[in-house]
């Protein structure tokens, strides 16, 4: 597989070279499947947006990111390219997960996987489990609402959540395995809450009010959001923040990163990560202009969009600096889209920058450069890696 | 005319025939000109968004749309193609209404009009009339807000209007004309509203609101326009949404169909189709990724766009699934409206879809398969046509 | 310098020459340096969103605003295009402030300077010295909050605020060299306020009101910029809007200009000009196609986006008539800004405008016309000048 097939021409030979081996940082990912899927889980896993099943007068293969499958995978699988969804699923069926897995992984060129764990389950492999299976080291990211859920849950429910809280990041921020944490308020308040630091009385209040509630516990209120925002940026962790495309459980319009300014302009200056943001990927860059902490990436967009996925990484490159964008697939579940996060990118990626080369924009050692800024360097000054 | 007229070397040969020769289905379509255009009209009538005179200094002809009349409309009527403006004015008004009609529909292609006859006027065709000139049949959409402002209209007022209205529909759901409904909420109401099934006595207490009015009926109640939503999608009659592009009555950041979502969200589960949705195609694309039921196109702006639409024909083949897009021109009044949108919509697949193949991310087959659905094929599904 | 340099063969014959050599109106811009600045302050002044100093892990020439600098301007100061970021900075510090500016401005092509006097220090150059570096007029515009400020700035504060803000415009509505003003509204208030004409009392008592604050006067009162615009608008004199894309003092999300839509439907049809409006220019395009008043430009984003506005002046090129969009360069400080906007737009025009020659969208004439229109014609119908 080259990530340059019919499209040789269009990218300069040093600058393709680069994008073939460089080794990227994905920097927000999670484990891939670890059990047998069927047909309908497959076709179910490969629509972000959608929470139901695929509906019977449609197949989900019929999408760009099915059609990057065929065109990607199905080789690394020794099919044809562009084998037909029918011969895709069988063959992908006749592998073990695990063989499916370290198959697919071995070809993404991924050096370090920064795994999200605030939402797993048996149904996906561990970070040890996705190191053993690519040979790459992995580390973790913290999911604060998720953390502070596990702590109101416990049988000590919210006496000394604040505390409690603080413990718990004051030992992440000296793990080894963890680097950073992550936000979903996207999807639990949306981003037009009120991002002030709340005091300390009021946390406890919430907390107590949250451990009380009916059914599962379900962190969603603003106060506690905020909260463990502020307290992962005073021990300077980084931030990753859920922006945009996500599942239909979210209100997209209530996920526009501009709703963060408040936060943005309060918050102790820790490296922020806007995930995914599109389609609101320009006011990312926008903000990633304009406030030294922040940084984004367009993972999970460059899976779905397939191959249009070269015009949104055209577009992300418009106003941020270089030094403040990173590589991330997102990829959960099917093995097929931890590899294809890496190959639509190196793609993409050669198809823009070639175009500024071949038009005389940049030189091919710019263009070299922002790949490695922005495929592994800026990730490992983000989170510290390699120090 | 040939649609793909100096980009021959583009488009692969087979994907080429297949669209120059699909016959598509305009599922949202409006008269063409029953009567003769003088000159201001004409510009007037090529602008969408203004409600005013086009102004003296300048000319609607110098906009994309203008520069896509004079190329591809000129040589269907005898002229060169990039005729002057005045030479093109000139020349149309050479024909009869219906032989202008008849003329330039014969190039458009179309097997079926769905036709959207809620804001129709004796300056404009009958859907029998469109079907006559164009030598194909018309299905009718019920326009839900007019229905209302009807029956409010008649003799008996408010009087059982909730009894009258579901009667409507009811039979509107048995009638073989008409194949949906249709909502501009954006137009009276904006989309940040309550979408909440009201109930039958709020909805009678509204009506009789409106009814009581000073002046001509014009719906704008929030309460009575979810009601006919919520009723229509109740018989399991489709129903098609206007979402932004349109013209400068409605405030166009009130119609980003993300305001939609807790329609979508608690609506009885038939067909949507988001209209238009410059420049939201994004969201509704994502919208139609998320929801079974959900639907979209790019009509309308294909036209205003000209030869721009290549880039919006693009950028609405990103997250929505194949199965969930659809073709329309939303013509109104001009016949080289009715032609373009075809003609600009093929020659845009083309590019787009013939960029795909030849950089390999699909075969040639599947491209004709988007061609197939997205022009045709969907349109049947969604409204059972052709059962 | 040749700005089709690389690119000579997608860009028409006449039409590229007409590029190179039209003389634009840059119809919003600021003074050049009249000092010399040190590294730091480059860096810094080569950011548009951030307002603190380029942090220490990186370089702003790490930006598409970085690589168009270093490949445009490095030849017109003798330098190999691309010239290291090292080099450049070096070179452009061995001239004399006014010698760099009138270096760069040679080659701008720009007939007329529109200066926005409203932010001026003694570190950029006034109207005057501009047009002296380059050898071409300058006429300005008046900042209508600065004004309100200036006169409750005075020995006579708020007395008499709304005869002598009245006086004042009547003064620059017969003034030669004031040809429009503009609002900072962007800045100051956000667009979502009432636009609503305020009455003189009102209008008075927030005058005393702010006059009355404590600190140094900042005028942020709505009713305040509300008045201002009014009054300027009844006066006839343009008026121009800072929309989107700016530091980050403003929030992005409520400079939307579709949040304009009451003030443009109430205030006298006077020309409203929306500055600069990424990422939002596709909405600008459709006020400017809905409203006879409203035009728009691209102008700050150009510069910012380097190789990328390309993409961005296609954007623009969608839905507004061709008579409704003007060229600027918002450029501000670094007169190599001054040169980009001009050198960027043009290169853009011909790879936009080409592309629709070469695919036989358009003829060789109508892109020349467009040409015409955007860069110069339009500004001179709106401003009145060579009246």
């Known amino acids: 597989m080259d990530v340059f097939d019919g499209v040789e021409n269009e990218v300069p030979g040093e600058l393709a070279e680069r994008l073939r081996t460089v080794g990227l940082i994905d920097h927000h990912v999670h484990g891939a499947s670890a059990v047998r899927v069927g047909r309908a889980e497959f076709e179910a896993s490969i629509n972000e947006a959608s929470t139901a099943p695929v509906p019977e007068f449609m197949t ?16 690394v699988l020794g099919l044809p390219a562009h084998a037909s969804a029918d011969e895709y699923f069988a063959r992908r069926s006749e592998f073990a997960p695990a063989e499916l897995s370290s198959t697919l992984l ?36 913290l999911r604060l609402e998720r953390l502070a859920e596990e702590l109101l849950e416990s049988h000590s429910g919210a006496d000394d959540f604040v505390d409690r809280f603080r413990s718990a990041l004051d030992a992440a921020a000296q793990s080894t395995d963890i680097v950073g944490t ?21 946390v406890a209040a919430r907390a107590r009010a949250a451990a009380d509630g009916p059914g599962p516990l ?8 905020a909260f463990g925002v502020h307290e992962a940026a005073e021990r300077g962790l980084p931030v990753q923040v859920h922006v945009g495309f996500g599942d239909r459980d979210l209100d997209l319009h209530r996920t526009d990163p501009l709703l963060l300014l408040p936060l943005l302009r309060c918050m102790a200056p820790v490296p922020v990560l806007l995930l ?44 941020a600096p270089f030094a403040k964008q990173l590589y991330s697939s997102d990829a959960y579940g099917p093995p097929e889209l931890h590899l ?10 050669g198809l823009v920058l070639g175009g500024w080369v071949r038009a005389g924009d940049c030189t091919e050692i710019d263009a070299i450069r922002i790949v490695e800024l922005i495929g592994a360097q800026n990730a490992a000054r983000v989170y510290g890696l390699g120090r």
Chains 1, 2, 3 share one sequence.
């Not at 989900?60 to 080789?75: E, M, N, T, Y």
């Open 182 to 202: 992550k936000t979903i308020a996207a999807y639990r308040t949306g981003f037009d809450i009120d991002w002030a630091r709340p005091g300390d009385d009021d």
């Open 340 to 349: 294809l996060g890496s190959v639509l990118w190196r793609r993409a990626m």
């Open 60 to 75: 989900q293969f019929d999408s760009p990111l099915g059609l990057s499958i065929r065109r990607w995978c199905a080789p």
């Open 276 to 319: 995914h943001c599109y389609p609101f990927h320009r006011q990312a860059g926008y903000l990633a202009q304009a406030f030294d902490h922040v940084h984004f990436d367009v993972g999970l967009a460059v899976n779905h969009l397939g191959t249009r996925s070269v015009g949104l990484v055209a577009e992300a490159l418009e106003t």
């Open 106 to 141: 071995a070809h993404a060129g991924v050096e370090r996987w920064i795994v999200d764990t605030g939402f797993g389950t048996e149904l996906i492999t561990t970070p040890e489990q996705l190191a053993a299976l690519s040979g790459r080291p992995a580390s973790t990211i």
């Open 218 to 225: 379900r962190l969603q209120d603003p106060v506690l959001v």
